[in-house]
């Protein structure tokens, strides 16, 4: 009987702690579910791009002014930039 039962606590054991154990299989699907969530939120970000893109593309005016004013720092003639410096 106590052989019986140090044989099923040993294989038990080699089931959890093994390399390829259960509990490694807990942390690869925990990194399995990360790298979905890492997907689906690059996915969302190509999706933002491509409507960016698609935008500029069709030479829609207010979306290029815009772009420009936020990226290049561009004015328009006349115009001056005030900047605020936060302390």
Do not use: C, Q
């Amino acid at each position: 009987m106590f052989f019986v039962g140090f044989v099923i606590l040993i294989g038990g054991m080699f089931i959890l702690f093994n390399e390829n154990g259960f509990l490694r299989y807990l942390e690869l699907k925990n990194e399995v579910d990360n790298l979905g969530y890492k997907i689906d939120s690059m996915d969302a970000e190509n999706k933002r791009l491509e409507m960016e893109i698609d935008s500029l593309a069709r030479k829609i005016p207010a979306k290029i002014e815009r772009t420009a004013r936020e990226k290049y720092d561009m004015l328009r003639e006349g115009e001056t930039k005030i900047e605020i410096i936060e302390n």
